[in-house]
């Protein structure tokens, strides 16, 4: 299963970026963002069913869009919005390349979109620095001979360039907005002693 993946959305104004994100604990659910085109980014919460031969059909159930913060929201729709999301069908197929396949709403023209496979990052060489004279004296003739690039290290290069939240397997950012910041939010104000505002960029980052 692709749990995190990047592709395009054909709609009629042309051709929009789009990720498909999916939570391991939640693989019957497909969280769609889609952006671009100068248009306002949403994101659609859709039921995942595949059916025996491989086909995975989803069907609209939210519609999200973001805040001046970034966070995204379920949205409350309008009447057409409402009726385009319940005719919204999508079907999919996966390869070893990816997901691809054609989507339609209520006047039932298709359209492509796929996601494409994220590459496996490839084996990592640790480079060990006793000191800060050392990692910066490494850091110049990495960034000059190698193009590398530099990150802060994990206790072994043996784990992968993933986040805490992506190793448990989560990926939606709705979920993270709505729930896990929401948790931790207060739990951040008692150690603070302060009120958090999470409709102020600051506060919110």
Not at 132 to 160: C, M, Q, T
Request: charged share 30%; aromatic share 8%.
């Amino acid at each position: 299963m692709m749990l995190q993946s990047f592709g395009t959305v054909d709609t009629p104004q042309g051709q929009r970026q789009a990720m498909l994100c999916i939570d391991s604990d939640r693989p019957a659910e497909y969280f769609v963002h889609i952006w671009g085109l100068d248009l306002p980014p949403f994101a659609v919460l859709a039921d995942a069913i595949e059916d025996e031969a491989g086909v995975i059909e989803l069907k609209g159930k939210a519609l999200f869009r973001p805040t001046q913060t970034g966070a995204l929201f379920r949205s409350e729709l309008n009447d057409e919005e409402a009726r385009d999301l319940a005719a919204l069908r999508v079907l999919l197929e996966q390869d070893e390349k990816g997901l691809h396949g054609k989507w339609s709403v209520m006047d039932g023209q298709l359209n492509d979109l796929k996601f494409v496979k994220t590459p496996e990052a490839s084996e990592l060489q640790a480079e060990v620095c006793a000191n800060w004279d050392e990692f910066k004296s490494w850091a110049s003739l990495a960034r000059r001979d190698i193009d590398a690039d530099v990150f802060r290290g994990h206790g072994s290069s043996r784990f992968p360039l993933k986040t805490t939240l992506h190793r448990a397997g989560r990926h939606r950012l709705e979920r993270y907005c709505a729930d896990t910041l929401q948790e931790f939010h207060a739990q951040a104000e008692a150690v603070l002693d302060r009120r958090l505002d999470m409709n102020d960029g600051h506060d919110y980052s």
